[in-house]
């Protein structure tokens, strides 16, 4: 919702923390944990995978909420709103 590295034609211009702000701890929603034991099965880690997919799937949430369709990231408010009005 708010990472985003900025370029220009020639450089990446998020060259610190101020200019590539990120989620903090605070901000995150809760989720709901549900350990699953699979004793048959060796443990694959935790969350660590899941990173690479939210994005995706709070993308297609969006659209099946609301119909708007935009593939930049980060979704910020203005995007998403200039994504349903078009």
């Given at each position: 919702m708010k990472e985003e590295v900025r370029f220009d034609n020639a450089a990446v211009l998020s060259s610190?923390?101020?200019?590539?702000?990120?989620?903090?701890?605070t901000e995150?929603?809760?989720p709901e944990v549900r350990l699953i034991v699979?004793?048959?099965?060796s443990c694959h880690g935790t969350g660590?995978?899941?990173?690479?997919?939210?994005?995706?799937?709070?993308?297609n949430a969006l659209f099946d909420a609301v119909g708007a369709?935009?593939?930049?990231?980060p979704l910020t408010p203005d995007r998403v709103k200039a994504?349903?009005?078009?």
């Open positions: 610190d923390w101020t200019g590539h702000p990120i989620l903090t701890s995150a929603p809760n699979r004793r048959i099965e660590e995978i899941s990173q690479f997919k939210t994005g995706a799937v709070v993308a369709r935009d593939r930049r990231f994504a349903m009005n078009s």
